[in-house]
């Protein structure tokens, strides 16, 4: 565990995001059997945190690849549906109000969000492009990736020391092996 300060739940914002493309594969530091997934999940939680901000590019990148609009009802229900389920990527502003004061906390899924969905779960990997973004993200916010997949193959998909990972569905959580220079939010 790094030495990031703890944060209050009521206070943070979370943002999640990413499109999914197909890309490079990253041979791995050694993957675990499944019960080591198991057993790793029964250890402590560590989340915690730092700093703000979004850049633009990824903004637009995520609003592209936001499957909300597939999800939301057709018809007469669907401006109901939306005032009810405001987007925060179409309402920014909103969500930059929002955080105003507060630390900002950034959770991504893995699967479908940073990778693509494919058939076989080996072969989800994640571009470059994304990998970077991610980076990039985690050096404006503390960053975790969130997973029903067992913490260490995420890593070895991910391979960013930098983040957070909860794996087994957020049942196994470590936080980063390297620190990075969240800017204050
Ligand atoms: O929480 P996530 O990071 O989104 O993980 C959810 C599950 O993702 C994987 O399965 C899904 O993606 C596979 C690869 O694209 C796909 O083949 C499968 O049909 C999807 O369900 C992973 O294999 C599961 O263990 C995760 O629970």
């Known amino acids: 565990m790094t030495n990031h300060a703890a944060f209050a739940a009521e206070d943070a914002v979370t943002a999640v995001a990413a499109p999914a493309q197909p890309g490079r594969h ?17 250890g402590r939680m560590d989340l915690a945190t730092s700093g703000v901000l979004m850049s633009g590019s990824l903004l637009d990148s995520m609003k592209a690849s936001s499957p909300r609009h597939a999800m939301s009802p057709a018809g007469a229900d669907h401006e109901e549906w ?3 389920h ?5 309402w920014f502003e909103g969500v930059l109000a929002a955080a105003a004061g507060k630390q900002i906390v950034m959770f991504l899924d893995y699967d479908g969000t940073l990778s693509p969905i494919v058939e076989d779960p080996e072969r989800a990997v994640m571009t470059e492009e994304m990998r970077e973004a991610v980076r990039g993200v985690a050096q404006h916010f503390p960053t975790a990736i969130v997973s029903g997949r067992c913490r260490d193959k995420v890593f070895n998909f991910v391979k960013l020391e930098e983040l957070y990972y909860a794996g087994s569905h957020g049942m196994d959580i470590k936080g980063p092996t390297k620190v990075s220079n969240h800017k204050a939010g």
């Open 86 to 90: 405001p987007s925060a990527l179409e």
């Open 82 to 84: 939306i005032e009810n």
């Open 26 to 42: 990253f041979a791995s530091f050694p993957p675990r059997r499944a019960r080591d997934c198991r057993k790793a999940a029964l």
